[in-house]
């Protein structure tokens, strides 16, 4: 009202000099009340007089994420959000590995079709994240832009610790990250995942000429594949598809041999606190399958056959649903 006051008035110039000013103050207005609107969980009823949220009812989703519910959702201090963390990180220490595997796969299941529960935290579970990480699963995946991990298995923030190279392969930084995810956050599930035409393992069937033409380091990564590819099997693979996957599957069963060979990792299997697994992700229809599994019983047999024939190392592959450890060795 005042600015149309100033408009109608002898000096027009009066509403040019307020308009800004008028404008300002609106913008001031819609955004304050665009905050209340996105504030979560405004209390409705009466206050309590302490101020304080009241005590966290926790609970774990499928995923396995840790999502409070009660007062103290509705909590934004540092304090508060320690203790959310702490009593997910609790509920998370008890969670058997099988049953991670499992809701990775349930996870897996939503994706592809179609249903995924989009998992995304509120700004108080951002902020408990902050004080410290405990997620459930580990996974070695590829750099390919098409397979985003989190997404694949219907996961949320802190929920996987991802470590994505060229060729999901191993090598020092790759394997301490996963060290540091097995010894220091307790990791239930430590996984391969390789994918559908990935161009570094078709790259690496290229022959050793062609390889030595690329840069340096690309060279040497994919001259490190080729050496745990078998070219004489994979020769009489002659569909483009099956060739594809049969390529895929035999240098994630190569990564998943080299996680044996880490004693520590191994000990973790045997009591039952960890299991390692391949996997491959068919882009075209969203699946991964699981397979060469490596769980207590398989190290128990791994154990037994390296006794009984500790010169060999490398095992004879059944196919995709191979179980590490199931197998005699050649």
């Not at 191993?170 to 220091?184: C, E, G, K, P, R």
């Not at 880490?262 to 068919?282: Q, R």
Request: with cysteine; proline share 5%.
């Amino acid at each position: 009202p005042l600015l149309f006051r100033f408009a109608r008035s002898s000096e027009p110039w009066v509403a040019v000099e307020i308009l800004p000013l008028w404008l300002h103050w609106w913008s001031l207005v819609s955004r304050l009340v665009a905050c209340w609107d996105c504030w979560p969980s405004r209390p409705s009823g009466p206050r309590r007089r302490s101020g304080r949220a009241s005590a966290t009812t926790t609970r774990r989703t499928t995923s396995g994420r840790i999502c409070g519910s009660g007062g103290m959702a509705t909590g934004f201090s540092m304090d508060e959000a320690r203790e959310k963390a702490d009593a997910g990180h609790e509920i998370a220490k008890g969670i058997p590995p099988a049953e991670v595997l499992s809701a990775l796969q349930k996870g897996n299941i939503r994706f592809w079709m179609g249903t995924p529960s989009r998992p995304e935290t509120s700004a108080f579970e951002r902020r408990a994240l902050i004080s410290k990480q405990f997620p459930l699963t580990a996974i070695l995946g590829c750099s390919d832009s098409r397979v985003p991990t989190e997404i694949v298995f219907d996961q949320g923030l802190g929920d996987m610790y991802v470590v994505r190279v060229a060729g999901n392969c191993l090598d020092n930084t790759t394997t301490a990250s996963l060290q540091y995810a097995v010894y220091h956050l307790k990791v239930k599930v430590l996984m391969v995942l390789g994918h559908e035409g990935c161009a570094a393992i078709k790259a690496a069937q290229l022959p050793d000429r062609d390889i030595a033409k690329e840069p340096e380091c690309l060279g040497n990564l994919l001259s490190s594949l080729k050496r745990g590819l078998c070219e004489a099997n994979l020769k009489a693979v002659r569909d483009a598809k099956a060739h594809d996957r049969e390529a895929v599957t035999t240098n994630v069963k190569r990564q998943v041999e080299k996680l044996t060979e880490d004693e520590g990792i191994m000990e973790k299997v045997k009591k039952e606190e960890l299991i390692i697994v391949g996997a491959f992700y068919e882009i075209s229809s969203g699946i991964v399958d699981f397979f060469h599994e490596v769980d207590a019983i398989a190290a128990r047999n791994i154990a037994a056959q390296e006794r009984a024939a500790p010169m060999i190392k490398r095992q004879p592959s059944r196919g995709v649903l191979t179980r590490l450890g199931d197998e005699p060795k050649l």
